[in-house]
């Protein structure tokens, strides 16, 4: 019906800026001021280091959630291929070139940012199988040749992820590969019988796993087995959580995080610190922007004419999902601990850039839904 580019060379600015989907836009804004007093809560009442650090870093990033969201959707899909493997190389030149940092080797010094480029595979590994998906017939996802390619490009980035060691990122990383391959419609059985594998193979892969990783997962069985050592984290977080009641204590007036019983308050267990302050009420709010977040992605989706936005909004709407209860999860003490930020609301660079990066892809798709792929 349209020649391809013939509806995007009419799309002006002002255009593009009307077709701005507003409540995600003002989801992630709202997002981002309240966790500019969540920050300055955790510098104790003080604009210090982490809060100035936070603030420059979300506003940078949210101009650039904006800048890729005005990008055709045809850049998106003719350089996923660019963007994974430029992803995977990152990850490779960490094993050899990277920063070293509490027993783990993640982050790659760029001078002007320490990039963990773990995060940024979460969001190129599903744009990466989105276009896959979208390039085969429905016909060929579940034969044995096209099951290969998939899961070599899920398999390769978690290795390198698990070997830096980043259990909690690797685990992220797989979940939104494997949400992507789901959802393209690969049949139970095939998930199934790697399952059974996994669990065939669990035993030999924790005979490999550091001690600290180790003694999270008994930890998670028995959190009073060391209250002073690796139950010390999830306790105390037990306690703030509880103790902020319905209401919660006030801002700045969180005993647990000003008396610096709650260590890495700043980064994963930022949900804690906002829940002892703000009560339940407080965390209802913050769990409602999540899901409002969460919908609107799956609304673009469901407006997005091709396979290739299907899929990447869909999977990126349940992966952002996840990322949000795997966080919540771990800070109230229903799965082990590892490391996962809260989207937007921790402190953490490469978070929040492939946070964002990831939702100006998707916001690209709504402003401009009417694009054919060329």
């Given at each position: 019906?349209?020649?391809?580019?013939?509806?995007?060379?009419?799309?002006?600015?002002?255009?593009?800026?009307?077709?701005?989907?507003?409540?995600?836009f003002?989801?992630?804004?709202?997002?981002?001021?309240?966790?500019?007093?969540?920050?300055?809560?955790?510098?104790?009442?003080?604009?210090?280091?982490?809060?100035?650090?936070?603030?420059?870093?979300?506003?940078?990033?949210?101009?650039?959630?904006?800048?890729?969201?005005?990008?055709?959707?045809?850049?998106?899909?003719?350089?996923?291929?660019?963007?994974y493997?430029?992803?995977?190389?990152?990850?490779i030149?960490?094993?050899?070139?990277?920063?070293?940092?509490?027993?783990?080797?993640?982050?790659?010094?760029l001078?002007f940012?320490?990039?963990?480029?773990?995060?940024?595979?979460?969001?190129?590994?599903?744009?990466?199988?989105?276009?896959?998906?979208h390039?085969?017939?429905?016909?060929?996802?579940?034969?044995?040749?096209?099951?290969?390619?998939?899961?070599?490009a899920?398999?390769?980035?978690?290795?390198?992820?698990?070997?830096?060691?980043?259990?909690?990122?690797?685990?992220?990383?797989?979940?939104?590969?494997?949400?992507?391959?789901?959802?393209?419609?690969?049949?139970?059985?095939?998930?199934?019988?790697?399952?059974?594998?996994?669990?065939s193979?669990?035993?030999?892969?924790i005979?490999?796993?550091?001690?600290?990783?180790?003694?999270?997962?008994?930890?998670?069985l028995?959190?009073?087995?060391d209250?002073?050592?690796?139950?010390?984290?999830?306790?105390?977080?037990?306690?703030?959580?509880?103790?902020?009641?319905?209401f919660?204590?006030?801002?700045?007036?969180?005993s647990?995080?000003?008396?610096?019983?709650?260590?890495?308050?700043?980064?994963?267990?930022?949900?804690?610190?906002?829940?002892?302050?703000?009560?339940?009420?407080?965390?209802?709010?913050?769990?409602?922007?999540?899901?409002?977040?969460?919908?609107?992605?799956?609304?673009?989706?469901?407006?997005?004419?091709?396979a290739?936005?299907?899929?990447?909004?869909?999977?990126?709407?349940?992966?952002?999902?996840?990322?949000?209860?795997?966080?919540?999860?771990?800070?109230?003490?229903?799965?082990?601990?590892?490391?996962?930020?809260?989207?937007?609301?921790?402190?953490?660079?490469?978070?929040?850039?492939?946070?964002?990066?990831?939702?100006?892809?998707?916001?690209?798709?709504?402003?401009?839904?009417?694009?054919?792929?060329?």
């Amino acid at each position: 019906m349209f020649r391809p580019g013939s509806i995007q060379s009419r799309l002006t600015l002002k255009d593009k800026i009307l077709s701005i989907d507003l409540l995600l836009f003002f989801s992630i804004l709202t997002l981002g001021i309240i966790s500019f007093f969540a920050m300055y809560s955790t510098d104790a009442g003080e604009f210090a280091y982490h809060t100035k650090s936070h603030i420059v870093r979300f506003i940078v990033f949210f101009i650039l959630f904006i800048i890729i969201s005005f990008v055709k959707i045809n850049f998106w899909y003719s350089s996923t291929t660019f963007i994974y493997v430029g992803v995977l190389s990152l990850l490779i030149l960490v094993k050899y070139f990277g920063l070293s940092s509490s027993g783990s080797q993640r982050w790659l010094n760029l001078y002007f940012i320490n990039l963990q480029p773990s995060e940024l595979m979460k969001i190129s590994l599903i744009l990466f199988l989105a276009k896959y998906y979208h390039r085969i017939s429905s016909t060929d996802v579940n034969r044995i040749k096209f099951l290969l390619r998939p899961l070599i490009a899920l398999l390769f980035p978690v290795i390198l992820v698990v070997t830096q060691p980043d259990l909690g990122t690797a685990f992220l990383i797989a979940a939104g590969g494997v949400i992507v391959i789901w959802l393209a419609g690969v049949k139970m059985k095939f998930f199934a019988y790697f399952s059974v594998i996994f669990l065939s193979v669990a035993p030999v892969a924790i005979s490999f796993l550091k001690p600290y990783q180790k003694s999270r997962i008994l930890t998670f069985l028995d959190p009073t087995r060391d209250p002073l050592g690796a139950g010390y984290q999830i306790t105390q977080s037990k306690i703030a959580i509880g103790s902020g009641g319905l209401f919660g204590k006030g801002f700045l007036n969180g005993s647990q995080s000003y008396l610096d019983y709650l260590p890495e308050k700043h980064t994963d267990f930022i949900f804690t610190l906002f829940s002892e302050e703000f009560g339940f009420f407080g965390s209802c709010v913050i769990l409602l922007l999540y899901l409002l977040i969460t919908w609107r992605l799956v609304s673009i989706g469901n407006i997005t004419r091709d396979a290739f936005g299907k899929l990447y909004c869909f999977s990126f709407a349940t992966a952002f999902f996840v990322y949000v209860a795997v966080n919540m999860g771990m800070v109230l003490g229903l799965i082990p601990i590892v490391g996962a930020p809260l989207p937007i609301l921790s402190y953490g660079g490469s978070s929040m850039l492939a946070m964002m990066f990831g939702l100006g892809i998707a916001m690209s798709f709504k402003i401009h839904k009417d694009e054919p792929l060329g």
